[in-house]
């Protein structure tokens, strides 16, 4: 019984195209994370939302656009991809917004060609 | 900028010995520090964590040391195992802030 469960797992896709991740947690959390690790194997805040409200968004190009249906629920959606973008995107849930331990779904490995 | 720095990108121990990961930050203002586990394919487990008010936090084998005047943690594992070969994962935060910074990772080989 997955607690963070993203898909797709894998994704290869052409550069111009427009595609979304999905997350969805459920230990009835709060706060959702998006996560970045690059090919230098930086892990890297993107965004978070509390209660399906935006708290966090980091420099991340306006070509990503996260979106919370409900708080159990975090897409990414990711228009005209670039090759820089591949990368492998995690997302992640935490009880609390602050200093808490966040749980992490498996990634997405986003290859961009 | 980098705050959390992981400088030793693999480390190898022998199974039975002790494994000593290290971990340095920059952001003083941080007082909340954690260590993750991952294994290939599957995203960072959370292992242990520790306040700015602790020194240190046992959990079984793990063991986190905080020096705060040296900006400096570290992971002990006694003993090591193999099924703990991983890459682990610093990751430090403030009070007041919501995410996590992360350092690069060591790969940790823990041989028979």
């Known amino acids: 019984d997955t607690a963070v469960s993203q898909t797709p797992k894998y994704l290869v896709t052409q550069m111009g195209n427009d595609k979304s991740i999905k997350c969805e947690q459920n230990l009835g959390h709060d706060t959702m994370y998006w996560y970045k690790q690059d090919s230098k194997k930086f892990l890297k805040i993107m965004f978070s939302y509390n209660n399906k409200e935006l708290i966090i968004n980091e420099t991340v190009p306006n070509r990503f656009s996260p979106k919370s249906p409900d708080k159990a629920h975090l897409n990414l959606h990711i228009n005209s991809l670039e090759l820089g973008d591949s990368a492998v995107y995690f997302c992640?849930?935490?009880?609390?917004?602050?200093?808490?331990?966040?749980?992490f779904g498996q990634g997405t490995r986003l290859t961009v060609v | 900028d980098q705050q959390v720095k992981q400088n030793s990108p693999s480390l190898s121990v022998q199974e039975g010995r002790i494994s000593i990961l290290n971990c340095d930050y920059t952001n003083s203002m941080f007082d909340y520090f954690l260590w993750y586990k991952k294994y290939p394919a599957e995203g960072p487990t959370f292992l242990i964590s520790i306040s700015s008010i602790k020194d240190k936090n046992e959990d079984g084998r793990f063991t986190v040391f905080l020096n705060k005047s040296a900006k400096h943690l570290s992971l002990h594992i006694v003993p090591s195992q193999p099924g703990d070969s991983a890459v682990y994962f610093c990751a430090a935060s403030e009070d007041s802030g919501y995410a996590l910074n992360f350092g690069k990772g060591t790969s940790l080989l823990v041989t028979p």
């Open positions: 992640a849930s935490s009880q609390l917004a602050g200093p808490t331990e966040a749980f």
